[in-house]
Nanobody
């Protein structure tokens, strides 16, 4: 599967951004879709995840502010980010995970998109 992320940018604290990730090349509905982020010098961390069965997972730091969603008819996954804080500044990566049930485990990554929260 190929992943193309978009929607990053510069936003003031308290503002909102919506990241999108378009997938192509495989059966999208079989994949768990995730958003990770990484700050230079730090490990990449899971921000939000949505399995093929609809189970959700969020990092504690974004609960109540970020919402992940997917549209299997459009092969898209989105991350709505509200009440953004400077500490949300990072490169955000779209990730697709194929479980062993579907021939995995395999991870696929999109290119990163920069999110900067600053006044």
């Amino acid at each position: 599967v190929q992943l193309q992320a978009s929607g990053g940018g510069l936003v003031q604290p308290g503002g909102s951004l919506r990241l999108s990730c378009a997938a192509s090349g495989s059966i999208f509905s079989r994949y768990a879709m995730n958003w990770y982020r990484q700050v230079p010098g730090q490990e990449r961390e899971l921000v939000a995840g949505l399995t093929s069965g609809g189970s959700l997972k969020y990092a504690d730091s974004v609960k109540g502010r970020f919402t992940i969603s997917r549209d299997n008819t459009k092969n898209m996954v989105s991350l709505q980010m509200n009440s953004l804080k400077p500490e949300d500044t990072a490169v955000y990566y779209c990730n697709a995970f194929l479980s062993a049930s579907y021939g995995g485990p395999r991870h696929y990554w999109g290119q990163g998109t920069q999110v900067t929260v600053s006044s």
